[in-house]
């Protein structure tokens, strides 16, 4: 047979509606709790800082929900984005598994994240708000929303955790170009900043604190909303459009993927390449397996705790249903600022906990070692958070080889790193390390947080 490198769907074949797994969960998540009265929260509790309709979507049960034309043209933009056959690293693998990836770094900002900045800013335009506000992390949720928010003509705050605003001043540059405000947080716009950086002068922040930060901007200002890049169910929903293109794209293979793998920061770009395939474990039966790749700095899946906790480093969220590590852990200052976040989402958390989904930590130099090796084979450069994936995806394959079957291993190439060579740098200088964590340290923090209801 002729081989495919890449297999596309042109612009008439992008799915017009997303999927909402929370029409299918066989366990229903537990709900968002007020942090006040402990009670569950009303839709109209998130109005001060969410446009209704992506409240509405946020608590949806319907399984299809509807892209409209004008997230759609903006989509058509960069989608439906290649599925490749990783043919290259396949051969240096020596291993009988057949490697796929979704590429999601050509969208304009280099990552996934676009798949959902769009929808938001889109909303919030329809509901008449002026200016939102959000963090960023590595960069790639800011860049994101900058493109956006500067389409739809709303303003853009971003608060920047400090580490990255250091390491990647072209990140900002990027945002600046799409027409946003960046600052490094912990900032002193706000309370919230100022309290962290009383405690603390030199923090290098946290992807918790910039929430904190955003969010209580948003909430003083009836203009002004805010925009979160992950977590959240309604974000989740909007990242399932490349799922949903990956399985046509499979349509036109002979091939179906044994196990999908996805980095994991707070959920979403996980989520959007497999929930559409756990629909089909679910209503056809399949048994594709389901892996989320974390940093060990960072491992909230596979060491924290299931419980309610913040979403952000204040305490100013609803309490969500999640895994995590505790709201003011602070994670190591490795590369994958993307992956440096406390918790996980609702769904992706019960999905866990129900072992729909499963779960690994990854070193950071096994990462960088899989993104050169990548690198070298198929060209593309990936991020530090897709890197986890990429480790994740040779340690299957190798195992393939090891039993000797052919497996179909799909996953997301969340996006490009070529805004993060200072840190390939450091890489070849010998200057990264790996980073542990102990039971000790990862108990403390949980048990620091009182006012969280554990169970
Ligand atoms: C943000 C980011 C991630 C992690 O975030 P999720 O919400 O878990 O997807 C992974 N890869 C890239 C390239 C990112 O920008």
Redesign the pocket.
């Known amino acids: 047979m002729k081989k495919t490198m890449r297999i596309l769907l042109s612009e008439n074949e992008m799915p017009m509606k997303w999927y909402n797994i929370q029409a299918d969960m066989p366990n229903k998540m537990l709900p968002p709790l007020h942090p006040g009265t402990k009670q569950p929260i009303e839709p109209d509790d998130l109005s001060p800082l969410f446009p209704m309709e992506l409240i509405k979507q946020e608590v949806s049960q319907e399984r299809w929900i509807d892209i409209p034309e004008e997230v759609a043209d903006v989509y058509k933009l960069f989608r439906p984005s290649p599925l490749h056959r990783a043919y290259q690293l396949e051969k240096l693998l020596d291993t009988p598994a057949k490697i796929y990836y979704k590429n999601e770094s050509v969208s304009p900002s280099g ?3 676009t798949n959902t900045a769009i929808p938001q800013a889109f909303y919030n335009k329809k509901e008449g708000v002026k200016r939102i506000t959000t963090e960023t ?2 960069g ?2 800011g860049s994101a929303l900058s493109f956006a928010t500067n389409h739809f003509g709303i303003d853009l705050k971003v608060f920047m955790v400090r580490v990255s605003f250091n390491q990647k001043p072209y990140r900002k540059i990027m945002m600046n170009t799409w027409n946003a405000d960046v600052v490094a947080s912990p900032s002193n716009s706000t309370e919230s900043g100022r309290g962290v950086l009383a405690v603390d002068p030199d923090s290098s922040g946290s992807l918790g604190i910039a929430i904190s930060e955003a969010i209580e901007m948003a909430a003083q200002d009836d203009n002004t909303k805010y925009s979160l ?2 977590v959240l169910n309604h974000v989740l929903m909007h990242q399932t459009i490349i799922g949903l293109e990956t399985i046509k794209q499979f349509e036109k293979t002979d091939d179906y993927p044994d196990i999908v793998i996805a ?8 989520a959007g390449i497999s929930f559409p395939f756990i629909h089909k474990n679910i209503s056809e039966g399949k048994k594709t397996r389901f892996i989320a790749v974390e940093p060990v700095s960072c491992p909230k899946l596979t060491r924290g705790k299931f419980m309610y906790d913040f979403g952000d480093n204040v305490g100013l969220t609803p309490l969500l249903p999640m895994f995590s590590l505790g709201h003011n852990f602070v994670p190591a200052s490795i590369h994958a600022g ?2 440096r976040y406390h918790g996980a989402g609702a769904i992706v958390s019960q999905l866990l906990k129900d072992k729909i989904i499963e779960a690994n930590a990854v070193e950071q130099l096994e990462c960088f070692e899989a993104g050169v090796l990548f690198a070298r084979c198929e060209g593309i450069i990936p ?1 530090p ?2 890197c986890h994936a990429i480790a994740q995806v040779i340690r299957e394959a190798k195992k393939a080889k090891v039993e000797g079957v052919e497996k179909t291993i799909l996953f997301n190439f ?2 490009h790193g070529y805004f993060d060579m200072a840190s390939y740098g450091q890489y070849f200088n010998g200057e990264l390390s790996n980073y542990s964590i102990s039971d000790d340290e990862i108990m403390k923090s949980i048990s620091k947080q009182e006012e969280v209801v554990l169970f």
């Open positions: 990552s996934h994240k992390g590595a790639q949720w890049g992950s980095s994991f920061g707070g959920g979403s770009n996980f993307g992956l991020a958070e897709t969340s996006g």
